[in-house]
């Protein structure tokens, strides 16, 4: 299977990194020591930049991604079956591969099908063929 695929928008990165902005900014407000201000400015930039990244890196041109019958290829990153210790499905069209080597899911493979249920559906037959767990379950991503 040949199809594209897409970074999710991390919604709630987005809301996490906002209120702390907004808190950040409601103790430049409310503070009158200039050191503070200063810190809570900063801190204020880089939440914002975060924001920025995770807007940035969603509307990035589409990835593709290869299913052969024993590998998997996203962009030009090569992934045996047998490297997979678990792919994640969070809701209904956020995916996650667990490679057997990281503890957590790299944001690399993390993706979103462009067209969700015949994707999705052959992902899963993959990975039953492939002798590879799929849990329906929220994932933690690594940024």
């Not at 924001?51 to 290829?73: C, G, H, M, N």
């Not at 210790?85 to 969070?90: D, H, N, S, V």
């Not at 957590?104 to 992902?123: A, Q, R, Y």
């Amino acid at each position: 299977m040949k199809t594209y695929i897409r970074y999710p928008l991390n919604i709630r990165l987005i809301i996490g990194m906002s209120i702390l902005t907004l808190l950040c900014i409601l103790n430049i407000i409310i503070t009158s020591d200039r050191s503070n201000k200063l810190l809570y400015l900063a801190f204020s930039i880089i939440y914002l930049l975060i924001i920025a990244a995770a807007v940035i890196r969603r509307l990035l041109k589409p990835r593709l991604l290869l299913l052969d019958s024993k590998v998997l290829i996203i962009k030009n990153n090569q992934l045996e079956a047998n490297d997979i210790r678990r792919i994640y499905i969070e809701g209904n069209c956020i995916i996650g591969i667990k490679p057997k080597k990281n503890r957590i899911v790299p944001i690399g493979l993390c993706f979103k099908f462009s067209n969700l249920n015949k994707e999705i559906n052959t992902l899963i037959e993959w990975a039953k063929n492939n002798n590879i767990e799929v849990n329906h379950k929220t994932f933690f991503k690594w940024i």
